[in-house]
C-alpha cells in the first residue's frame, strides 16, 4: 500500500504520543469530560493489536439549558437520527428502547428521558440533553463562550492573506460585507472537509451513484485556498471517503433525504443483504465503512450487479426495524406507501417488486434460515467476530447476528453507496503544518479536523477514528502556532 507522506509512521507516532495530552488539557481547561467504553470491538479485532475495549471514550451527555440563548448556535442532529420529535438517543439509551415493552427497568429508563425530551420541546423549543457528538460540541462551544472568545458564524472564507511567503489572516464573507482578520500566529484551517467538494468529483464519487451525509458546507473551500500556495490533496488513501450505506427517505416535498446504515440495523439477526443476482456479497454486520466497499466490489473482485437490498421477514422488522423503519409499536404503513418499504406476502412477490430473481432469492433465504439454525454463516461469516457480536443480540443462541428469513410477509429496503466525511484531505507534517507538493511547510498555515487528510490512509479501524485525530491535531495546532512544544502537555 503506497499512503502520501501525510501518513507516515512519524504522523500516527504524533498522534499516539500527544492524544492523551490533548485529552488531559481538554479535561481541565473545559467542560469536555469523557467515559470510557469498557465493551467497544474495534471494527477488525482479530487483526494484530486489536482490543474489544477500553480504547474508545465517548464524550459525558450535556444539560445544555447551561448555556441559554447560545444552545441556538448548536446544530440539531439529522432527525432521522431522533425519536419523538427530535429527542437524541446515547448509547447507553439504545437496549432500554428496545425492551422499553418487555422490561420494567427498560420503561421506566424510556419514560424519564421521554418526560424530560417533552419538557424540553415545551419549554426551549428543542432538545437539551445532548448526547454523543451533539454533547461534545456543546460542551466546547460551552467553553469557548464562556472564555470570552469571539465566535463569528454565518462567514464564509474565501481567501488566504499572504505576506512575503507567510500567511498572515484570511478574507470573510459575511451579511455585513467582506472582512479581513489579521492572524499574529497563523490560520488553522477546520472547515469540515471535502466530501461534498465539486473540485474532487472524480475522485470522490467514480461510481456515480453517492449520497453524502456530510454537512452541505463541507465542499472543500479549505483545499481551494491552499491550492495557490502549492498545495494539493493528499494522494495514496486507500478510499477518499469515509463510507455509510444509506437508504433513501421520501420527503412530504418529493425530494429524499440519506439515511445511513451505520451499525443498529444490519447485525442484527433476520437481516440480510443481496445484490441484483438475489444473492449474498457482504457480511452484513461488518462495518459501515467495509459493507460500502463490499458494494462497490473493493477487495472482492466483484462488483455487485444491480441494486443493493437490504430484506427482513416480519418478525424480524418488528423486533429490530429496518433502516429508519421503527420496531414495534411503531406503524410501519407509511413507510409502505411512501414505497421506501417495500413489502410482499412471499419471497417470489418480493423479488418480483425488486427487481431480482425470484428462484435466486428464495435459495438465500434457505440459506441464511439454516445458517441461523446451525448459528455458522458458511457463506459470508456474519457473526464471526467480537465486533460483530457486539451489535447483535445478545438473547439470540448460537449466533446473535444470524436468524430466519422465513415467515411473511417480507420487507426490503434499497441501499446506496454514501459517506460520513472524506478521508482524502491537506497533507500536514507532525506539527500539523500543511506541506506543499515538494513537502516544504507552509508559514503560518495549519490543518486539522476533515481538512486535514486522514492519518488512517482510508481505512476505518475503529470508532473515533476522526474526532479522536481532529482534537489531537487541533491540540497540535494551536501549540505549533504559537511557538510552544507540547511536551509539557
Same mark, same amino acid.
Given at each position: ?8 509512521? *512519524? ?39 486489536? /482490543? ?18 447560545? !444552545? ?10 431522533? =425519536? ?13 428502547? %428496545? #425492551?422499553? !415493552? ?11 428521558? +421521554?418526560?424530560?425530551?417533552? $419538557? ?5 423549543? $428543542? ?16 467553553? =469557548? ?22 500567511? /498572515? ?10 472582512? @479581513? ?25 467514480? @461510481? ?5 451525509? *456530510? ?41 429524499? $433525504?440519506?439515511?445511513? @446504515? ?11 443483504? =443481496? ?5 449474498? %456479497? ?6 459501515? @465503512?467495509?459493507?460500502? $466497499?463490499?458494494? +462497490? ?9 444491480? #441494486? ?35 413489502? &410482499? ?49 445478545? *438473547? ?29 484531505? +491537506? ?18 498555515? %495549519?490543518?486539522?479536523?476533515?481538512? &486535514? ?12 477514528? /476522526? ?5 489531537? %491535531?487541533?491540540?497540535? &495546532? ?6 510552544? *512544544?507540547?511536551?509539557?502537555?
Amino acid at each position: 500500500m503506497s499512503l502520501h507522506a501525510s501518513t507516515t509512521p *512519524s504522523l500516527l507516532l504524533r498522534f499516539l504520543e500527544t492524544g492523551p495530552k490533548a485529552l488531559e488539557f481538554l479535561e481541565a481547561k473545559t467542560h469536555l469530560k469523557f467515559s470510557m467504553r469498557p465493551v467497544a470491538p474495534d471494527y477488525h479485532p482479530d487483526q494484530p493489536g486489536g /482490543t474489544l475495549g477500553y480504547r474508545v471514550l465517548d464524550p459525558l451527555d450535556f444539560d445544555a439549558r447551561v448555556m441559554g440563548d447560545k !444552545l441556538a448556535l448548536i446544530r440539531p442532529p439529522i432527525p432521522e437520527f431522533t =425519536v419523538f420529535g427530535g429527542m437524541m438517543v446515547g448509547r447507553k439509551d439504545i437496549p432500554h428502547m %428496545f #425492551s422499553m !415493552l418487555r422490561s420494567p427497568t427498560s420503561a421506566l429508563h424510556a419514560a424519564g428521558i +421521554l418526560a424530560r425530551h417533552a $419538557r424540553d420541546r415545551l419549554l426551549h423549543g $428543542r432538545a437539551t440533553r445532548l448526547v454523543l457528538g451533539s454533547a461534545m460540541a456543546g460542551r466546547l462551544a460551552h467553553s =469557548v463562550f464562556q472564555a470570552g472568545i469571539e465566535l463569528v458564524t454565518e462567514a464564509a472564507a474565501e481567501d488566504l492573506c499572504v505576506e512575503e511567503g507567510r500567511v /498572515t489572516g484570511l478574507t470573510l464573507r459575511t451579511k455585513e460585507g467582506t472582512h @479581513h482578520v489579521s492572524a499574529r500566529c497563523g490560520v488553522v484551517l477546520a472547515a469540515g472537509g471535502a466530501a461534498r467538494a465539486s473540485i474532487l468529483e472524480d475522485t470522490l464519487h467514480p @461510481h456515480g451513484d453517492h449520497w453524502s451525509m *456530510s454537512p452541505e458546507g463541507s465542499t472543500g473551500d479549505s483545499l481551494v485556498m491552499a491550492a495557490s500556495l502549492g498545495v494539493a490533496p493528499a494522494q495514496g488513501n486507500i478510499a477518499p471517503l469515509f463510507y455509510a450505506p444509506v437508504s433513501l427517505l421520501p420527503q412530504q416535498d418529493g425530494s429524499v $433525504r440519506p439515511f445511513p @446504515h451505520l451499525f443498529l440495523g444490519r447485525a442484527k439477526p433476520g437481516v440480510y443483504a =443481496v445484490d441484483g443476482t438475489g444473492q449474498r %456479497f457482504v457480511n452484513e454486520a461488518s462495518s459501515y @465503512h467495509d459493507f460500502v $466497499r463490499a458494494m +462497490l466490489g473493493h477487495g472482492t473482485g466483484r462488483v455487485p450487479e444491480g #441494486s443493493i437490498w437490504l430484506l427482513a421477514d416480519h418478525i424480524t422488522l418488528r423486533r429490530y426495524g429496518l433502516g429508519a423503519v421503527r420496531p414495534f409499536p411503531a406503524p410501519v404503513g407509511a413507510h409502505v406507501r411512501s414505497g421506501y418499504l417495500k413489502r &410482499a406476502k412471499t419471497l417470489a412477490e418480493l423479488a418480483r417488486a425488486i427487481g431480482i430473481p425470484a428462484d435466486a432469492l428464495t435459495a438465500t433465504a434457505v440459506q441464511v434460515t439454516g445458517f441461523a439454525a446451525t448459528g455458522v454463516d458458511e457463506d459470508q461469516g456474519k457473526g464471526g467476530n467480537a465486533y460483530n457480536r457486539y451489535l447483535g443480540d445478545a *438473547s439470540v443462541a448460537p449466533n446473535p447476528c444470524l436468524g430466519p428469513l422465513a415467515r411473511g410477509p417480507f420487507y426490503a429496503i434499497q441501499l446506496h453507496p454514501g459517506d460520513i466525511g472524506a478521508s482524502v484531505g +491537506l497533507p500536514i507534517d507532525p506539527q500539523a503544518r500543511v506541506i506543499t507538493t515538494e513537502g516544504r511547510p507552509v508559514p503560518g498555515l %495549519f490543518a486539522c479536523g476533515n481538512d &486535514a487528510n486522514s492519518i488512517m490512509g482510508g481505512t476505518y479501524p475503529g470508532a473515533g477514528i /476522526t474526532l479522536g485525530p481532529a482534537l489531537t %491535531f487541533g491540540y497540535i &495546532a494551536a501549540h505549533s502556532a504559537a511557538g510552544k *512544544s507540547t511536551a509539557g502537555g
